[in-house]
């Protein structure tokens, strides 16, 4: 069956021709012929942003069957950070597979689990003694992070806050903040979780220790320190719109907790490994979580999670109370520690600096030019701008879905996200060249000049 790629193309990520290359509108036939199939076999609730059949993808691309050739600025959201189909983690993966793909961990243990959790207990911020678990989707390491914290605690309230997200389980749906799509009649939802105001700079105009404050007054007042378990929260919030917290947020946050024995989550599924040009971000705010989760970058591509932490807390669960068939599979772990390997030994961490100073000076001079880009914010590879109405701030969703499709409908992959549908992130992969990225971002600003 031909792939529809050019002959010169091979698969393997970073061989793939570079370039944006449109040969047919999107969707091209081909792909037109498998979302139709899509549409009558797969459940509706099923979405998807891109209207491509994707064969191939790596260094800073996707193709799809027609032999378009897109510029990918949101990595699977923020999940192939060392690259799409990295030849390290492409020999690894097959090398595992080869050499068995499953024993469960549970019943006869092997290598490459306990290096993954060796290699987070490693590269987590804190030098206290730590253990990791591993599962398979970010949802289910926030849910084993919140089994670990209550039965630590023997406490059950648990804290989320506002834009928030984390997750599509009936516990995380309940943390998460946005109804629609995300928790819309799929009630109800877990008992005890409590919603905290947020920090969000740009609407808020509060200091980090104001927000830290309110936060605080409502934990203490609806709920009380003595029955709660858990604080969770987004270091940099995610789907909620990649909402940076005012400087001493996290800390006055993290300093209440520690002080009333109520644990601390950073939720690192979409922040960590790397995105952000340093490892975790937590470590940019200066708070160390007692415990961290993470999912997505960790594997590049493969289906893996963790809950990371203190040892104490972590070893609160009693034996069996932890796990699941697939959790830490042995191929997804060599994936891992090969992706683990590329952040060492490649630079990735500065490249993700790099990558934020490019889309940090497009973005603001584009700012400049357009009053409707009304923030610009994050860090490293995890930038977003925020559209509004320039005199009042109202969201202008519209415009972003606008903006959005456009850019779609050139060939370049861009995501929106906030709990207003206002923002577009940037999430591109750590390996895309420089002159896509500027070609990416020529073409969302060309696509806003023209709305
Ligand atoms: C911060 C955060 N937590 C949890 C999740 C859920 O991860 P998954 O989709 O792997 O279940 C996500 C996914 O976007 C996320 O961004």
């Known amino acids: 069956m031909s792939l529809g790629l050019d002959t010169h193309v091979s698969l393997g990520g970073p061989t793939l021709a570079q370039q944006r290359r449109l040969v047919t509108s999107i969707p091209g036939p081909r792909s037109q012929q498998l979302l139709a199939r899509k549409a009558a076999a797969v459940a509706a609730g099923v979405g998807h942003t891109v209207p491509i059949q994707a064969v191939a993808a790596g260094g800073g691309v996707v193709v799809d069957a027609d032999g378009n050739s897109l510029i990918d600025l949101g990595s699977g959201i923020a999940v192939t950070t060392v690259g799409n189909a990295h030849p390290t983690v492409a020999a690894a993966i097959a090398a595992q597979a080869a050499q068995f793909t499953h024993t469960c961990f549970m019943i006869s243990p092997y290598e490459g689990y306990v290096a993954v959790a060796e290699a987070l207990n490693r590269l987590t911020p804190g030098d206290f003694d730590k253990r990791s678990a591993l599962f398979n989707s970010g949802a289910e390491a926030v849910e084993n992070a919140v089994k670990i914290a209550r039965k630590f605690t023997g406490r059950q309230a648990v804290v989320a806050f506002d ?8 516990l995380t749906m309940g943390l998460t903040a946005k109804s629609m799509p995300y928790k819309s009649g799929f009630g109800p939802f877990a008992a005890e979780i409590y919603r905290a105001p947020m920090s969000y700079p740009y609407r808020d105009g509060l200091s980090g220790a104001e927000a830290a404050s309110r936060a605080i ?7 009380g320190a003595d029955n709660l378990a ?11 719109g990649f909402i940076v917290p005012a400087e001493g947020f996290l800390p006055a946050v993290v300093d209440w ?49 963790g809950v990371t932490g203190r040892a104490d807390i972590m070893d609160a669960a009693h034996t069996g109370g932890l796990g699941g068939t697939y959790g830490g599979n042995p191929v997804a772990c060599a994936a891992a520690l090969a992706a683990i390997e590329a952040f060492e030994t490649e630079g990735l961490l500065a490249r993700a600096t790099e990558i934020g100073d490019l889309l940090r000076s497009r973005l603001t001079a584009l700012q400049a030019s357009d009053p409707r880009i009304g923030d610009v914010r994050g860090q490293g590879a995890m930038m977003a701008m925020e559209f509004a109405d320039p005199a009042t701030k109202a969201p202008d969703a519209a415009l972003t879905a606008a903006v959005a499709k456009a850019a779609i409908a050139e060939g370049v992959i861009v995501l929106t996200c906030g709990t207003y549908g206002n923002v577009i992130r940037f999430l591109p992969p750590l390996t895309i060249p420089d002159d896509l990225l500027h070609e990416g971002l020529d073409i969302v600003a060309a696509a806003l000049a023209a709305h």
């Open 163 to 170: 834009h928030a997200y984390h997750g599509r389980t009936n």
């Open 217 to 223: 007054s409502l934990m203490e007042k609806q709920i």
């Open 230 to 240: 858990a604080v969770i929260i987004e270091p940099i919030q995610g789907e909620g």
């Open 257 to 305: 907790c520690r002080a009333n024995g109520v644990v601390f989550i950073a939720d690192e599924v979409q922040s960590g490994f790397g995105r952000t040009g340093v490892m975790f971000a937590s470590e940019t705010f200066g708070i160390v979580p007692d415990l961290i989760t993470t999912a997505k970058g960790i594997a590049g591509g493969m289906p893996l999670a």
